[in-house]
């Protein structure tokens, strides 16, 4: 079983309660690896510079909806733990974006993860 360290979800610093680390494993972890993937701009990390999403280099200011969709798609499902994606709503203006998505993550349950990029 694996697990990261749980990260605040109003600032994402790491979460510490009573001088202790708190971590997350399950589908929460999942979650939580598919917002910290989708907050990884491209290139901004230097000993991975192919890795994140390109937000203002494709996505942000598209006008090809089905484009912007297929790459966050890609990359959602590059997350492990991810088996599918069972509805993937998104709203597009010129600026902003944000998505709403129902993952598969292999339980009985699914999981809702909704994003927002500006």
Known sequence: MSFTWKLDSINHDLTIRSGQLLTVSGIDEIAQRVIVTLQHHWQEYF??????VPWYEVIL??????QVEAILRQIILGVP???GIARFD??????????AVVLDVGAPELVTIKFAQS
């Open 61 to 66: 200011g598209s006008k090809d909806k089905h």
């Open 47 to 52: 000993l991975n510079v192919p890795a994140g």
């Open 90 to 99: 998104m709203a597009m203006t010129r600026r902003d974006l944000s998505i």
């Open 81 to 83: 733990g991810v088996v």
